[in-house]
């Protein structure tokens, strides 16, 4: 079963910043949309933003200007750069490949 791996998440300071990777084996991002979900804890999962094969992009309005969704396709891995980052963007972030195939995730924290 194909199944996306999520990494790059940590714990930082508010302004700081972290890149989040997703690597999809047997995948590749030059087919599938692919989307960056969060979750806070006790909050229901949310979209943060997807990049499309042609590679159009599109971000949730609380993360625009301040998260940037890239990918390389020959290494079949999408990047979310997150820059000025605030501690309500602390959550567990979802890599979903093809819309349907979901990563473990990879935790988010920002506090002082």
């Known amino acids: 079963q194909v199944q996306p791996v999520e990494s790059g998440g940590g714990s930082v300071q508010p302004g700081g910043s972290l890149r989040l990777s997703c690597t999809a084996p047997g995948l590749t991002s030059n087919t599938c949309v692919m989307d960056w979900y969060r979750q806070a804890e006790g909050a229901q999962r949310r979209w943060v933003a997807f990049i499309a094969t042609g590679g159009k992009t599109s971000y949730e309005n609380s993360v625009k200007g301040r998260f940037t969704i890239s990918k390389d396709d020959a290494k079949d891995t999408v990047y979310l750069q997150m820059n000025s980052l605030k501690p309500e963007d602390t959550a567990m972030y979802f890599c979903?490949?093809?819309?349907?195939?979901w990563g473990q995730g990879t935790q988010v924290t920002v506090s002082s």
């Open positions: 979903k490949a093809c819309g349907q195939y």
